[in-house]
T-cell receptor, first 117, second 111 residues
Framework: GAVVSQHPSWVICKSGTSVKIECRSL??????MFWYRQFPKQSLMLMAT?????????EQGVEKDKFLINHASLTLSTLTVTSAHPEDSSFYIC?????????????FGPGTRLTVT | GENVEQHPSTLSVQEGDSAVIKCTYS??????FPWYKQELGKRPQLIID?????GEKKDQRIAVTLNKTAKHFSLHITETQPEDSAVYFC??????????FGTGTSLTVIP
């Protein structure tokens, strides 16, 4: 149990376009979802926390107008990278935590590799 | 916000030896401390965790200790095996349910 999926797994886009990444909890209700960014050989950097039905809380230094996060249901959150630039190229990972016994743990998606050319 | 520091950044040990990774955190209200193992290009996998009301937890070859007063926690891997080679991250969860990660430790177990 506690499976989180992400789509797409890899996307290549041209500079200036927008890309949407989906994060789904497949077998539990995710009250909170997190979006991370990871550069090669570096740690996971928390970008934002989203609770279902609420606006996302962004970490300091993360542009909320550039990284649009929507958590419309208890099983789906989306991250849209708007007007992507090469420096946005990175590995984006979502995670989800649920209720009850799953409120402490977070379950990671497989990640999405974004390459902006 | 929370600040998590992790040491060492790289660690090489001989197969069969023990490995210890240490983390410190800044927010005394943080209440949950997981450790993750991440292989290249893959998602982090939870290997062990500890809550703030516990001082030590063990699962086979892996153990975690927590010192709330000093705000540090450590991962101990005994009898290391080559398949333990990976990057390990510690994390701290604050009362806002946000997780902050350490900078990672690249562990290499030499056969």
């Amino acid at each position: 149990g506690a499976v989180v999926s992400q789509h797409p797994s890899w996307v290549i886009c041209k500079s200036g376009t927008s890309v949407k990444i989906e994060c789904r909890s497949l077998d539990f209700q995710a009250t909170t979802m997190f979006w991370y960014r990871q550069f090669p050989k570096q740690s996971l950097m928390l970008m934002a926390t989203s609770n279902e039905g609420s606006k996302a809380t962004y970490e300091q230094g993360v542009e909320k107008d550039k990284f649009l996060i929507n958590h419309a249901s208890l099983t789906l959150s989306t991250l849209t990278v708007t007007s992507a630039h090469p420096e946005d190229s990175s590995f984006y990972i979502c995670s989800a935590s649920g209720t009850g016994g799953r409120v402490y743990e977070q379950y990671f998606g497989p990640g999405t590799r974004l390459t902006v050319t | 916000g929370e600040n998590v520091e992790q040491h060492p950044s790289t660690l090489s040990v001989q197969e069969g030896d023990s490995a210890v990774i240490k983390c410190t955190y800044s927010d005394s209200a943080s209440n949950y401390f997981p450790w993750y193992k991440q292989e290249l290009g893959k998602r982090p996998q939870l290997i062990i965790d500890i809550r703030s009301n516990v001082g030590e937890k063990k699962d086979q070859r892996i153990a975690v200790t927590l010192n709330k007063t000093a705000k540090h926690f450590s991962l101990h891997i005994t009898e290391t095996q080559p398949e333990d080679s990976a990057v390990y991250f510690c994390a701290a969860r604050n009362t806002g349910n946000q997780f902050y990660f350490g900078t990672g430790t690249s562990l290499t177990v030499i056969p």
